[in-house]
């Protein structure tokens, strides 16, 4: 056990606040890093402590075992800790208890050497700080020219893991192998260049211990008919020669139709290739067939089993291919993060390397279970998104940092909670500064602005820190590029861009008087596009900020017309045709809509138009308005629509007729 020396306070989020005097088990498992314990406290909080703060101290097996016990008392009414982190806290004390149980009743000491490799924390601060590695904090009687360079001069290293669980056996082995043949196939498809010995890998491999009578008998369905025929299932590589026999209970005309019926079957599902559908087929029935089980039995069985939900558990989860595969690819990420040497010296021969590992990483996010890819995500604190910001900060190369943001793109479609550790990292920072320093280049500008749109969608406010670089400025420059977007943006794709940022980042802000977009855009002398474009989404109904999944809470440019409207100077960049157009809108919306949330933020939008566009001047649409307005008003019952629709008009003398005949 640990105790500490000095009093602490947490400067990471990963990381426990302590006093002087605590006692702390230490979590076996963890990979060792040279200035922090990965630990638990007496309260039930899991995290770092930096090493220099603490001390061993020596207890008894009993001692040991009371203080587990009030650890996990603690943890179960501890409401600060979410469920998550409960049950993985748990889940460690309950595994140290059991060591402690088993040396005392005298059981291997094996128990101990078994947990170090399958349990235990794997991340480390230098998983989640945003700049360059550093030491762990000195006690408060070290000098501050005594630090040593620790982490500084350290050689680059993987963030800990543990190993795998999935075994080397030949199911495993073939599994690989057939994923191999199937992003073999997908790759080719793209354009990708595949190697003539990456295609030998995919072949079909017979198993050697094979008792073809027992598999001849096990398939036969009735009685074996005289006019059987016999297929060989070959090996795909020709130096394999090994043949199954196999007897049908109907002729070999018929076993080929189905077959063939099988292949175009997978042709049509999945899109692979005759050659990859065909390998997939053998392998199915290959594996099936070294079961050496009664298929009448295994494949109905199979059946059911399909229809239930796979890979649900936490260890079918961490046993699945699609989560070793992850987990390898972010271990090499972050020892590329972590190689200085490569980044000073300015060596790109690792190139070619960062960006298969990243392709790879971003294709088996999207195509594994939505559950697998947030598990691997979601380890340890999301420790894992925060190495590749810290990549991304780190790296220069706009090869590597464009498929990084596609990346990041890619895990914030998963789990939403990405998008808030990315717009608390420096992220939003590094694109920005990205974007002032490679202004006329279209596409790294496109690029950064739709992460930035994806970080800002939920509504959460940016770090005040952060507005230096992402505050008026930064609004002014994307204002100016949208109305003056840069010449190699042939495509046009930088205002559409643009727009979804702007109406984004203006989800943060809940009071009008404190909203910088509306003083940016107050500021700026012409606002011509950005003005058309908003007509144009409103009319669509479309929401620029929804770029993954949908998002809660009210549509981006329903709120940013209700915030323009309500600032005098925002409204003068308003042409008498916008006007118009947008009571257009506003009209047809009022009389589409039923009761409800959307109705009656198209009601607010009309009153904040209407009074202050000076509508009593040119009239338009008021037929409609008065029919719209007299409608809702004459429904069944109380609502806030109706409220709302009688405060229109009495506001204006044009609608007092309609205020009249509703009464």
């Known amino acids: 056990m640990l105790r500490s020396l000095y009093n602490y306070k947490a400067t990471y989020p990963s990381a426990i606040t302590f006093s002087a005097g605590e006692m702390f088990v230490e979590i076996p498992g963890a990979k060792m890093d040279q200035n922090w314990h990965y630990v638990t406290s007496i309260s039930g909080k899991s995290g770092f402590v930096p090493k220099n703060y603490m001390e061993m101290k020596k207890c008894s097996d009993d001692e040991k075992l009371r203080h587990l016990n009030k650890i996990l008392e603690n943890i179960s009414t501890n409401r600060q800790i979410n469920t998550t982190e409960r049950k993985e806290s748990i889940t460690n004390i309950e595994k140290v208890k059991s060591t402690i149980s088993s040396s005392i009743k005298g059981d291997s000491p094996e128990l101990l050497v078994d947990m170090k490799k399958s349990t235990g924390s794997r991340e480390s601060l230098n998983s989640v700080r945003s700049s360059k590695k550093r030491a762990a904090p000195q006690p408060p009687s070290a000098r501050v020219n005594d630090l040593g360079t620790g982490s500084e001069c350290s050689s680059p290293r993987i963030s800990p893991r543990p190993p795998s669980s999935i075994g080397a056996g030949s199911e495993e082995r073939e599994l690989h192998s057939l994923q191999a ?27 050697g211990q094979y008792d073809s009578g027992k598999f001849s008998h096990q398939t036969s369905l009735s009685s074996v008919s005289t006019d059987s025929a016999v297929t060989d299932l070959v090996s795909a590589d020709s130096s394999v020669t090994d043949l199954v026999t196999v007897t049908y209970q109907h002729p070999q005309e018929s076993c080929r139709a189905k077959a ?46 399909l229809k239930e939900e796979l890979f649900s558990s936490d260890s079918e989860i961490i046993g699945s291919n699609d989560f070793t595969t992850l987990t390898r690819l972010l271990d090499e990420l972050t020892q590329a993060k972590e190689d200085d040497q490569q980044r000073n010296w300015m060596l790109h021969e690792d190139e070619d390397k960062i960006i298969r590992n990243l392709q790879q990483l971003d294709t088996t996010l999207r195509n594994a279970k939505i559950g697998i890819s947030k598990k691997a995500l979601q380890e340890w604190k999301y420790s894992n998104v925060q190495n590749l910001v810290e990549y991304f900060q780190m790296e220069t190369r706009w090869s590597i940092r464009r498929i990084l943001i596609e990346t990041f793109t890619t895990m914030a479609s998963i789990d939403t909670a ?6 608390n990292s420096v992220l939003p920072l590094e694109l920005a500064q990205d974007m002032f320093e490679n202004c006329e280049d279209a596409d790294r500008l496109k690029h950064s602005a739709v992460l930035l749109t994806i970080m800002f969608s939920q509504g959460e406010p940016l770090p005040v820190h952060y507005m230096d670089q992402l505050g008026a400025n930064f609004l002014s420059f994307v204002l100016y590029g949208l109305e003056n977007p840069p010449q190699s943006d042939v495509e046009e794709n930088i205002p559409d861009a643009y727009m979804g940022l702007l109406a984004s980042y203006n989800l943060q802000f809940k009071d009008a008087s404190t909203n910088l977009l509306l003083d940016s855009i107050a500021k700026v002398s012409s606002a011509k596009i950005f003005t058309e474009k908003l007509l144009l989404l409103l009319n669509r109904e479309e929401d620029p900020a929804q770029l993954l999944s949908p998002r809660e809470g009210i549509n981006s ?26 009571i257009d809108i506003i009209a047809r919306q009022l009389c589409d809509l039923g009761p409800g949330v959307e109705r009656y933020t198209y009601l607010e939008m009309a009153h904040l138009v209407l009074i202050r566009s000076g509508y009593e001047e040119h009239l338009h649409r008021l037929a409609d308005l008065q029919v719209c307005l007299s409608r809702i008003q004459r429904e069944e019952g109380q609502s806030v629509d109706k409220l709302k629709a009688s405060e229109i008009c009495n506001s204006f003398t044009c609608f007092n007729n309609t205020c009249e005949e509703c009464k």
């Open 181 to 207: 043949c199937i992003m073999e196939d997908r790759e080719s498809r793209s354009g990708m260049k595949i190697s003539e010995d990456r295609h030998s890998s995919s072949s079909l491999q017979i198993p």
């Open 260 to 305: 063939l019926d099988l292949i175009e079957m997978m042709r049509q599902q999945t899109d692979l290739s005759h050659q990859t559908s065909t390998d997939l087929l053998k392998r199915i029935l290959v594996n099936l067939a070294a079961s050496q089980k009664d298929l009448n039995v295994l494949v109905p069985s199979l059946i059911n089993e």
């Open 557 to 582: 440019i329903h709120k940013l017309v209700l915030d323009l409207f309500s600032n005098d100077d925002c409204i003068a960049h308003f042409y008498t045709n916008d006007l118009m157009v947008l």
């Open 418 to 423: 990405v998008i808030s550790v990315m717009l």
